[in-house]
């Protein structure tokens, strides 16, 4: 579909993981380079609605609330909620709807909104029957990166080529909520340099060994770096709370949502991170990355930077880097605090 209006209404349906998020920030710029003055709206779910709003080229966001809807499918609140989500939705006419997320859950919130829908085949969408929702398919290769594979459909359903230009997230870390931030010392964790040491991920498969993270800490703290460890739940809270015990140049943060670790992101010297969203998040944000990789290949969904020398993907199914390894990348970007 060739598409010349150049102030088009388009949507975005991308609604999770958080990952899955961050790899779709591309294609706003993409959008926004061949239609200056489009009009780009997207579907998210809500727990990730912060990634899109960073984004200045994006109008309006749609949280979507479907992890936890399908908990109380029963409950006349959720029913009330759809209900409202869907007006709202419906209010603006599309020119496009693009579902970059292949599922049947994206499908329908896609066929809800009024516009054209396009989307992948059966062949190539993650959930074959998401293609039955959309009105225009396309084959999509499966073996190119997410971050490919997404501005592929955009610029298939827009009628332009694929970009060949390196990804452009988009988005800048937030100036850090200085009353969110813990003290060390007496001074404030932005007045100091640090890494942030990201060890939460999906399954333990995809951890790295805690005696890696802790000769991290003491590399770190050898150069002149205080680690820096977020957390989402208990579970790693607790991780975080032995990791750090007994080393006063590491700190547990406190529960911070997205918007708010962006910030901290932006400050940091450097982020280390296992295979998670926020690594992806922290590459996005331009931050020297090194992502860590233990029970998955990096090829199709590492992190995948605007600038190469800024991220690494290191490891790979069933290979879980050295210490030696991850540092010998840090200290490029560290050696100097």
């Known amino acids: 579909m060739l598409v010349t209006q150049l102030a088009c209404k388009l949507l975005l349906v991308k609604t999770s993981s958080l990952g899955d998020v961050v790899h779709n920030l591309p294609v706003v710029a993409d959008i926004r380079s061949r239609f200056p003055d489009a009009e780009i709206d997207w579907v998210v779910e809500e727990s990730f609605s912060d ?33 409202g989500f869907r007006r709202q939705l419906r209010a603006q006419e599309y020119d496009l709807v693009i579902d970059t997320q292949g599922l049947l859950k994206s499908a329908i919130l896609a066929s809800m909104a009024r516009g054209p829908s396009h989307g992948q085949d ?37 009628g332009y080529g694929l970009p060949t230009t390196p ?56 150069n002149g770096y205080a680690a820096v460890f977020p957390w989402g739940d208990e579970t790693e809270k607790s991780r975080a709370g032995r990791l750090c015990a007994g080393d ?37 944000l331009n931050r020297p990355t090194v992502a860590i990789y233990t029970d998955t290949s990096p090829v199709l969904t590492g992190v995948y930077p605007r600038d190469p020398a800024r991220a690494v993907n290191l490891g790979d199914t069933g290979t879980i880097p ?10 490029q970007w560290t050696a100097r605090p």
Request: some cysteine; overall charge positive.
């Open 51 to 83: 990634i899109p709003a960073l984004h200045a080229g994006v109008r309006r966001v749609f949280p979507v609330a479907m992890r936890r809807w399908r908990r109380r499918l029963w409950s006349p609140g959720t029913w009330n909620e759809i209900a």
């Open 122 to 158: 059966r062949a190539t969408a993650r959930e074959s029957l998401a293609a039955c929702f959309y009105a225009h398919t396309y084959n999509i290769v499966r073996s190119r990166h997410a971050v490919v594979r997404n501005r592929e459909l955009v610029a298939r359903a827009l």
């Open 322 to 331: 050295t210490v030696d390894a991850v540092w010998n990348v840090v200290t």
């Open 248 to 284: 006063g140049s590491a700190i547990v943060l406190p529960r911070l949502g997205l918007r708010d670790l962006a910030a901290i992101f932006g400050r940091a010297g450097a982020v280390v991170g296992v295979d998670s969203g926020l690594t992806h998040l922290a590459c996005a």
């Open 167 to 222: 990804p452009d997230y988009g988005i800048q870390a937030p100036v850090p909520p200085a009353l969110a931030l813990p003290r060390m010392g007496g001074g404030d964790l932005v007045d100091r340099p640090y890494v942030v040491c990201l060890h939460g991920t999906s399954r333990a498969s995809k951890e790295w060994p805690e005696g890696h993270w802790r000769e991290l800490i003491s590399r770190l703290a050898a």
